[in-house]
């Protein structure tokens, strides 16, 4: 109920992104509908799969590894390291995810073994967790359409389940280590997300 999530969110409050100070964006200001201005060359495109619509979204606060980003609609999702890490504005929301990010990639022995929490708020305002055991896989080639050109990537999966659910989270790193390209669970209701970075 609401007391729960209240406490809950300030028990959680030092590890999200959209808590604590943020350092803000220089970009197109919210407009008075509570979006974003139209952005002519958008740093991200999300496609909500079970939807079927391409949505530009902006940058709009960073603190450390933490990016939090907006569409015109005003819904907003968080990202670790280009891992989701919460939404705001669906329903039911993606509150927090406890998962290993790329940093963490790297001093594994892959493929290898993780967990992953996710909590959801529904529109009761109660807080839903669910626990996740997961393979994460041995980065492979691959190459991705970015616009007009091809980019070779590394791509990694990271497989999840418990006892009544199962998914495929998927990533692609450029060179650098950068997220490009991901596709991400969000809940068995909102479904898959995909995100296609746009490279500067």
Not at 68 to 83: D, F, K, S
Not at 86 to 100: H, K, M, N, R, Y
Not at 112 to 128: F, K, P, Q, T
């Amino acid at each position: 109920m609401r007391a729960t999530f209240r406490l809950l969110c300030l028990a959680l409050l030092p590890a999200l992104a959209g808590c604590g100070d943020l350092v803000p964006i220089a970009g197109p200001e919210p407009a008075a509908t509570g979006g974003i201005a139209a952005v002519e060359e958008p740093r991200m495109i999300a496609t909500f799969e079970t939807r079927g619509a391409r949505e530009p979204l902006a940058l709009v606060s960073r603190r450390g590894a933490y990016e939090i980003w907006r569409n015109a609609g005003g819904t907003t999702i968080t990202l670790r390291e280009g891992v989701l890490n919460g939404t705001q504005a669906l329903s039911p929301d993606l509150f927090s995810v406890e998962a290993a990010v790329p940093t963490d990639w790297r001093s594994l022995r892959r493929p290898a073994l993780s967990e992953r929490v996710h909590r959801y708020v529904d529109g009761n305002e109660d807080v839903i967790i669910r626990g996740y055991r997961c393979e994460i896989s041995a980065a492979a080639r691959d190459k991705i359409q970015m616009g007009d050109r091809s980019l070779a990537t590394a791509r990694t999966d990271e497989s999840c389940g418990n006892a009544t659910q199962s998914f495929t989270n998927s990533y692609w790193l450029d060179g650098s280590g950068r997220m490009v390209q991901s596709r991400q669970w969000i809940g068995p209701k909102i479904g898959y997300l995909r995100l296609n970075h746009f490279l500067p």
